[in-house]
């Protein structure tokens, strides 16, 4: 996932409103939203089947949500390179499965590659932001924050485009359980991220036409590679209720498929 967008604000009906967007290689299978995980049977969240893992899961049980970004190492390197132990998708797994404040508290953060994983319900949203060499533990303030794969980088394309315009129509429903449908619960954010999609994509540095501000990703890496936005979630809670929706074509807003959590 390259992009979470976070609203976040403890005193709203609906404290927490999040944007998810995944990118990842077309050809690395995953199943879509379910409960796919026995050992975690309060989880609702993709899989990813190449290791199992996940990308942003929901706590159906403490209305919490964990989501994960590849993060950018201290010394430069690209994120992919080098082999790890364990893989960045159990984190938040991981940290669902901590009750207490700690999302890490178990977790021996050098078995990783760098990542940077948000853990947040209605009263708080930590960053965690580990880079191979120093772990970052930072609450969100209150307000809409953007997190990219250079963790709260407010000088980063992406950022500088859309959190204004995010922050400005971030939704509050009042009501969130009885909430029908995506539109009464994220109202115009639906609507920006079917913007986004139909606009120039980012290409991830990969040359060509790509706009770095793009919020959607489309690359052609060659030999039938293809690097792009797969999926895009969304999800809402307060401290009782969470809510989720999914979708595998922002561009139409009919797309989105409210998850039974």
């Known amino acids: 996932m390259c992009t979470v967008i976070v609203g976040f604000d403890p005193g709203a ?19 879509g939203p379910g409960r796919h995980w026995p050992d975690h049977p309060d989880a609702v ?34 994120p992919w390179e080098g082999t790890y132990p364990a893989s960045r998708g159990d984190l938040p797994l991981r940290a669902l499965a901590q009750h207490g404040r700690d999302a890490l508290a178990e977790v021996d953060a050098g078995r990783y590659a760098p990542f940077h994983l948000l853990d947040a319900d209605a009263h708080r949203a930590v ?11 930072r609450p969100l303030s209150a307000g809409v924050s953007v997190i990219v794969n250079t963790g709260l980088d407010p000088a980063a394309p992406r950022v500088v485009r859309h959190r204004p315009e995010f922050a400005r129509t971030r939704p509050d429903p009042a009501g969130l359980a009885a909430a029908p449908d995506t539109g009464e619960i994220w109202g115009d954010w639906v609507d920006l991220l079917a913007a986004a999609a139909r606009d120039t994509p980012r290409s991830a540095g990969t040359g060509g036409a790509g706009d770095p501000s793009g919020l959607i990703a489309h690359a052609e890496l060659g030999d039938g590679k293809v690097w792009a936005t797969g999926s895009v979630t969304l999800v809402a809670a307060d401290a009782g209720t ?6 595998t074509d922002p561009a139409d807003s009919r797309s989105w498929r409210v998850v039974d959590v």
Request: proline letters at 4%; a positive charge; glycine letters at 10%.
């Open 242 to 247: 969470v809510r989720h929706a999914f979708t």
């Open 127 to 137: 960053l965690h932001s580990w880079d191979g060499r120093r772990l970052d533990t």
């Open 13 to 31: 009906d609906t404290p927490l409103v999040i944007a998810a967007v995944r990118d990842e290689m077309r050809d690395r299978p995953w199943d």
């Open 45 to 78: 969240g993709g899989r990813d089947r190449s290791a199992g893992g996940t990308w942003l899961a929901v706590d159906t049980a403490r209305a919490r949500t964990a989501a994960l970004l590849n993060g950018w190492p201290w010394d430069g390197r690209m």
